[in-house]
């Protein structure tokens, strides 16, 4: 397996396994539940229409926690970071990685349109540089 260039060029061509999407109003309690559930550190807030609001993590929900607050009501809109970093369809591999990198990501959104349409892991990318099925771990 040649691993000096990606099996596939752009991350639209890549399968993503991160669904996750939360709404402004979803409770800390409910992301904690949903990130513990899926086995994800985070994803996308989102407004009605699918645009992107911001991004909220398992540290997010950490720092509520250590400000003593209470999960039931403080909301992703109240943690969220609003940093903006998105990508495309045709992001390269090489480029989702760099920024990930670059920025200390586990995800990046892709928008098409001004709607995020799915949320990439770093699992997903380093399947798609290697070319490596997702059912990898059954075999």
Do not use: W
């Not at 409910?30 to 550190?41: D, G, V, Y």
């Not at 992107?52 to 403080?74: I, M, N, P, Q, R």
Request: a negative charge.
């Amino acid at each position: 397996m040649n691993q000096s260039q990606p099996h596939f060029m752009n991350v639209g061509a890549l399968i993503h396994t991160n669904s996750l999407r939360f709404r402004p109003e979803t409770t800390c309690m409910e992301i904690a539940i949903a990130l513990l559930s899926a086995h994800l550190s985070g994803g996308p807030v989102l407004d009605n229409a699918g645009k992107y609001l911001g991004f909220v993590s398992e540290v997010d929900v950490f720092k509520a926690l250590d400000h003593s607050k209470d999960l039931e009501t403080v909301t992703a809109q109240q943690i969220m970071s609003t940093e903006t970093y998105l990508i495309h369809n045709d992001t390269t591999i090489k480029e989702a990685i760099r920024l990930m990198n670059e920025k200390h990501l586990l995800n990046l959104c892709v928008e098409e349109n001004g709607v995020v349409t799915k949320t990439y892991t770093r699992h997903d990318l380093l399947r798609g540089y290697l070319g490596v099925d997702l059912g990898i771990d059954e075999e």
